[in-house]
């Protein structure tokens, strides 16, 4: 039985994707044997899964996602994080610093501050509780130095691109160290300003074309030609 989309194809919600042996993936349903798309978005076909990436939504965490967040509040036991998401996280002082939260330990202020940054993971979240963050473990912790650009968490998976080669890509080119959240934040840091702005105008890329064929090839000619003038 047909398959009536190509991968990476623009569709809207209501457009017949598939029918017969296909199965239905993220943003879709099934009707009749037949898979729709649910929202506005790029079909994206995985042997006989059809799922919708769509171009427009909030971050919804997932157990294991990376994520940039802003420190909020201080509770008793821990901190409140703004993670770009209906959900506030929580970092209690274990996930923070390995141990119990003590008197001995002093103001919670002193590890983390409202307004500090942090890298973290999720580590529990089923949607009838405030996911939970930790950043014990490499690469995670209060970020030092570096900027953090927004770009809309659906379009996240465009940025890193297939098995990371959008990312190592603009990495490569641009020698910055670049921290992609799945919560919509990326930090980069770079001693040259000029390739810090050259990443910046990728993912400003990413956020207008993610839908139009070619990209790579585009953002790899804007950073050559950047890297020239």
Known sequence: MPLHVEHKQLVVPGELLAEGDYLPGDNTYMASGKIYSQRVGLAEVKGKKVSVVALKGPYIPKVGDLVIGQVVGITLGGWLVDINSPYTAILSVPDAIGKPFSPELGPLAKILSIGDTI????????????????????????MEGGVVVDLAPTKIPRL???????????????????????????????RNPK????????????????????????IRAYIEQGKQG
């Open 119 to 142: 890298i973290a993971k999720v580590i529990a979240f089923d949607r009838t509780r405030d996911p939970s963050l930790t950043i014990k473990g490499r690469g995670l912790g209060k």
């Open 160 to 190: 890193i691109g297939r098995k990371g080669s959008m990312i190592t890509m603009i990495k490569k080119l641009t020698g910055c160290e670049i921290v992609v959240g799945q919560n919509g934040k990326v930090l980069i840091r770079g």
């Open 195 to 218: 390739m810090v702005e050259l990443v910046i105008g990728a993912i400003r890329m990413v956020e207008e074309q993610a839908h139009i064929p070619g990209l790579t090839d585009r």
